[in-house]
C-alpha cells in the first residue's frame, strides 16, 4: 500500500532493518529530521554495492549515519535494471517509523513500478534516460555542375522553345 506524505510516495520497504536499529534510532532522533506523528523522513542515498558477498546487485540505503537497511533482492534488481547499470548512487526521501512496535521499519520514496515515467523518477533527479542513438545517415555524393553544362542546357532551352513557339 502507497503512503504519501508530503508529496513523497514511500511504496519501496527497506530489508534488514532489525540488524541497523541503532542507526535507524539515531535517524529518528535526529533534531534535523522532519517528524510527523510516529515518522521521522531523511534524505538518503541508495548506494550499489557490487562487492557485498551476500548478494551482487545489493542495494544499501545510507544514511548521513550509517546503513539503515537495504532494498529487497527483488527490488535491488529492477533498480538497476531500470537504471541500466549508469548510477552507483541516488539521493531520495526515506521514512523512518516505529509507532508502538519495539522496532522501527522504514520504506524510501522510489516508484520501481515505472521508474521512468514516474514524478518520483530518477526524472526528478535531473537523469535524462538513456536511448541508443541511431546510426547517422551517409551524405549522398554531391554532384558540381560546371559553367559548361549550364550554358549547354540554357542553349537546349532556347532552341527548344524557339521551335515551339
Known amino acids: 500500500m502507497t503512503d504519501w506524505h508530503f508529496g513523497y510516495e514511500f511504496n519501496t520497504p527497506i530489508v534488514g532493518e532489525s540488524n541497523y536499529q541503532p542507526a535507524l534510532d539515531k535517524n529518528y532522533k535526529n533534531p534535523n529530521s522532519l517528524k510527523k506523528g510516529a ?60 509507532g508502538d512496535h519495539p522496532m522501527y521499519g522504514a520504506w524510501v520514496d522510489l516508484n520501481l513500478e515505472d ?32 559553367m559548361t553544362t549550364i550554358v549547354v542546357g540554357a542553349l537546349i532551352l532556347f532552341f527548344v522553345f524557339s521551335i515551339v513557339f
Open 115 to 146: 521508474l521512468a515515467e514516474s514524478p518520483q523518477s530518477l526524472r526528478k533527479y535531473n537523469d535524462t534516460p538513456s536511448q541508443p542513438t541511431p546510426p547517422p545517415i551517409p551524405e549522398s555524393p554531391k554532384q558540381k555542375i560546371s
Open 39 to 98: 515518522s521521522a523522513f531523511v534524505d538518503v542515498e541508495l548506494v550499489y554495492e557490487p562487492n557485498n558477498p551476500y548478494d551482487k546487485n545489493a542495494v544499501a540505503v545510507v544514511s548521513s549515519y550509517e546503513t539503515l537497511g537495504y532494498l529487497s533482492k527483488q527490488d535491488a534488481i529492477r533498480y538497476r535494471h531500470l537504471c541500466e547499470g549508469n548510477r552507483d548512487t541516488l539521493s531520495v526521501r526515506c521514512k523512518i517509523y516505529r
